[in-house]
């Protein structure tokens, strides 16, 4: 060992030494260490000592530091995961109360006795704790909960409340940590609106149906009397020939009844034609007020003493753009309806009213009565052609339909509301028309219908060709006859004469009605044009086939009729279209 080594080392044992006092025995008992001075070493020691206090002293302070530093970061990274989980926590619970806020529910809790163990979470359509309690001791609800606590499986039922709403409540268990079920939630939300909107969609795809229905039954009764108007044509027409050349002989009687048949089949076929919405019409600017007022004795005189007719007449009225004849025979079926549903009398009450709607002003025509009603099934398809509700051989079914088939063909809308034992109200709805209301028509005066100009005759149905021919040959005209249209073409072309006028069909094989009359007004500048057919105003005008304006004679036509319109056409006065003669 080296000798400063040593000597360090014999110094550390002396201040040992030194410290626990034994030192100085040794050196003044015994003469240890001659000539060591003590003095020196005693201060020795003391310096070691101070020193190495300082030095533990030191490092206790950076332990201490060391630890301090730890805590402090350890603190801080605590304080920061809780600060974050406070901010969390607070977030998640706006959220849910955002999510609560929303929800158009009400959420309460159940306890298995059934009583409401809290108050309601949310009141998401306004039902009151009250209300509330009256759902929760319901028959159905209690049986629900019965059966939720039984078998552990959510519920889900609809009711009906006493105020008159509709709701629908979910039933959820709610479990402990055993999985035993301590409680039930309950979510309740108000339906109300729901099923009123689902009803609406039920009622217009109901409508809708109904409406494609009605459609294809007036297509089918459009065509069937299209043929049996021509029919109609030639057994009236020759009926009245007939009955004209015999005179007073007895064969007059039988033929006169054929006569009336073919009349009667023609309102028939007028009837369908209505109802199909191609009938041809003149529609003027009305008064519903005046309407109803001049028809008010003939309904009086039509519904009977023991039925009270009441008319309630609207302010300002609206005029309404519609065929005049065909509105009275509106009201005229809704009075016969009333009278046979009031068999021991009762009120009929006609009410008229301007409405503002979306789709613009209208005018609603309301006709109510006290009688038997109808139920739903019934009133479903009381518009149906040939439905009646009366007994064998009191009605054609047709009223109705007819009255359908005016309304929509005048641009409105009709409603039915029934019940059995509550009468029935029918709504019509028509929309205003501009302008004013239109003035009456003057009386037909009276005018010379022979006449001796040259008249073209287009007709692919040779039994109503050659009738018409013969009724215009009969009151003096010449009449160029063809059976299509690219014959009249070619007779037209090769006439050398003036004709003055084309009497043509509207629908025939090949050319059209319409193509005709252009082609041969190219040839023939002047020329008048009368259209004839069985078809009317969904095929004749609404597809182009003719204009609204043009001079027009429906199937069946009597041969006065056929002599008066050719005749007017002729002197000038005869533009537009005319009624059925």
């Not at 805590?71 to 926590?89: H, I, N, P």
């Not at 268990?173 to 409680?183: E, G, K, T, Y």
């Not at 029935?424 to 003035?439: D, I, K, M």
Request: hydrophobic share 40%.
């Amino acid at each position: 060992m080296a000798t400063g080594a040593v000597a360090d080392e014999i110094r550390d044992e002396i201040g040992v030494m030194s410290r626990e006092g034994a030192l100085t025995p040794l050196v003044q008992d015994w003469g240890f260490f001659p000539g060591l001075n003590i003095e020196a070493i005693d201060s020795l020691s003391s310096a070691r000592r101070r020193e190495r206090m300082l030095t533990a002293g030191v490092a206790l302070l950076l332990l201490l530091l060391v630890v301090t530093i730890g805590l402090v970061v350890r603190g801080r990274r605590q304080q920061a995961k809780l600060t974050a989980a406070e901010a969390a926590l607070r977030a998640s619970e706006e959220y849910y109360r955002t999510l609560v806020d929303v929800l158009p529910d009400t959420i309460y809790t159940l306890g298995r006795d059934g009583e409401l163990s809290n108050r309601l979470v949310q009141q998401g359509h306004g039902e009151t704790e009250a209300t509330l309690r009256e759902l929760i001791g319901s028959p159905g609800h209690k049986a629900n909960l019965r059966r939720v606590l039984a078998t552990g499986e959510m519920a889900v039922a609809e009711e009906a409340t006493p105020q008159g709403t509709f709701v629908e409540y979910r039933l959820i268990p709610i479990r402990d940590q055993r999985s035993r079920i301590f409680a039930v939630m309950g979510v309740l939300r108000d339906e109300t609106e729901k099923k009123r909107a689902e009803g609406e969609k039920r009622e217009l795809e109901e409508r809708l149906r109904q409406s494609q229905r009605m459609e294809t039954l007036g297509r089918l009764a459009g065509g069937v009397a299209h043929d049996f108007n021509n029919l109609l044509t030639v057994i009236k027409g020759y009926s009245a020939v007939v009955l004209r050349r015999l005179g007073d002989h007895p064969l007059s009687a039988p033929v006169a009844q054929i006569a009336k048949a073919g009349d009667q089949a023609a309102d028939l076929t007028s009837q369908l034609l209505a109802f199909s919405r191609k009938q041809m019409i003149a529609p003027t600017n009305l008064s519903l007020n005046e309407l109803v007022e001049d028809a008010g004795r003939m309904i009086e005189r039509l519904i009977g003493e023991n039925v009270e007719l009441r008319i309630v007449p609207g302010a300002d009225l609206h005029p309404v753009l519609a065929d005049a004849g065909q509105m009275r025979q509106v009201l005229l079926n809704f009075a016969t309806n009333a009278r046979d549903a009031m068999p021991q009398g009762g009120k009929f009450v006609i009410e008229t009213r301007n409405l503002q709607t979306k789709a613009g002003p209208q005018v609603l025509l309301t006709a109510s009565d006290t009688g038997i009603g109808m139920d739903r099934e019934t009133s479903a398809r009381i518009f149906e052609p040939f439905f009646t509700t009366k007994g064998e051989g009191h009605g054609t079914g047709l009223g109705l339909a007819t009255v359908y088939g005016i309304v929509h063909q005048a641009g409105g809308t009709i409603q039915v509301y029934s019940e059995p034992g509550q009468g029935t109200t029918f709504r019509v709805y028509l929309p205003a028309a501009a302008g004013t209301v239109a003035q009456a028509p003057a009386e037909i005066a009276e005018i010379d219908l022979r006449g001796s100009e040259t008249i073209l005759v287009t007709e692919d149905k040779h039994e109503v060709l050659q009738y018409a021919v013969e009724v215009l040959e009969s009151y003096g005209y010449r009449v160029l006859v063809a059976d299509s249209g690219e014959d009249a073409l070619r007779v037209s072309a090769e006439f050398a004469g003036v004709i003055h006028l084309l009497l043509t069909d509207v629908v025939m094989g090949g050319m059209n009605g319409r193509q005709l009359a252009e082609k041969v007004c190219e040839q023939r500048t002047g020329i008048a044009v009368l259209y004839m057919s069985g078809y009317t105003d969904d095929i004749v005008v609404r597809q182009g086939l003719i204009r609204a304006e043009t001079n027009y004679i429906a199937k069946p036509f009597t041969e006065e009729a056929l002599a008066r319109q050719v005749r007017e056409i002729l002197n000038g006065s005869g533009v537009g279209i005319k009624s059925r003669a």
